[in-house]
């Protein structure tokens, strides 16, 4: 069992920045693949980035250039970093770690941001 505790949500206004940091409880952290996904109201959870064990990452189009995601092996944290934030980033991000079949969510932290 791995639990992911998110923080760094809040409100923001358009063209700020945030940083979101997940925890997790697992000392075998580094082999994990870490992503950050988002949920907006009335739409499905989508992934925003992606990073394997090997620092490999992935974004999707819409942050691409914005966020910047990057984990901290030793301290078993991931982060997002997310700059020129734009109102359609706001949703419930949400951490998730997972290797071969298994994966696990954090509760998530809103980030919401004003125009």
């Known amino acids: 069992q791995v639990q992911l505790v998110e923080s760094g949500g809040g409100l923001v206004q358009s063209g700020g920045s945030l940083r979101l940091s997940c925890a997790a409880s697992r000392r075998i952290f580094s082999i994990y693949t870490m992503g950050w996904y988002r949920q907006a109201p009335g739409k499905q959870r989508e992934l925003v980035a992606r990073?394997?064990?090997?620092?490999?990452?992935n974004y999707t189009d819409s942050v691409k250039g914005r966020f910047t995601i990057s984990r901290d092996n030793a301290k078993n944290t991931v982060y997002l970093q997310m700059n020129s934030l734009k109102p359609d980033d706001t949703a419930v991000y949400y951490c998730?770690?997972?290797?071969?079949?298994?994966?696990?969510w954090g509760q998530g932290t809103q980030v919401t941001v004003s125009s």
């Open positions: 990073i394997t064990s090997g620092g490999r990452t």
């Open positions: 998730n770690a997972a290797f071969s079949e298994y994966y696990w």
